[in-house]
């Protein structure tokens, strides 16, 4: 149960757009990605990476360009969401369905993890 409460944000993620992320959910940036990054600002030390399975979101539109918003993590947070996935898959071991998919998974823990855990943080 200790690990749900440190899983809580990404178990939030997962329970609210239902996606199983794997190592391939996630790209480092670009040279031109972390370029534009430390030109809002500075940015995180470390690699980043966009989640692949979120769409980019278009914050800015002009005749010359569009400027995409990626949905991006640091390490810390990769590995938090790789970790609610092992806990999705350990925590719902007792269903007696046979090769559940992860929305079984998801729909088994619904009703027995605290709303805090399966509802977004929104």
């Known amino acids: 149960m200790f690990d749900a409460f440190r899983l809580i944000p990404a ?3 997962i329970f609210t757009n239902e996606i199983e ?3 391939t959910s996630f790209a480092e940036l670009t040279t031109e990605q972390y370029a534009a990054l430390e ?5 995180p ?3 980043l990476y966009r989640i692949v399975p979120f769409e980019p979101e278009a ?3 002009t005749p010359e360009k569009i400027t995409l ?3 991006i993590a640091d390490e810390s947070e990769k590995q938090l969401l790789l970790d609610a996935v092992k806990f999705v898959h350990r925590a719902s071991e007792p269903m ?3 090769n559940p ?4 998974r998801l729909a088994y823990l619904r009703p027995r993890l605290p709303p805090i855990v399966t509802q977004s943080s929104s």
């Open 11 to 13: 178990l939030q993620i």
């Open 21 to 23: 992320f794997q190592d």
């Open 39 to 43: 030109r809002r600002g500075p940015r």
């Open 45 to 47: 030390p470390g690699k």
């Open 59 to 61: 914050i800015e539109r």
């Open 69 to 71: 918003e990626l949905t």
């Open 96 to 98: 007696s369905k046979e």
């Open 101 to 104: 998919t992860f929305a079984d």
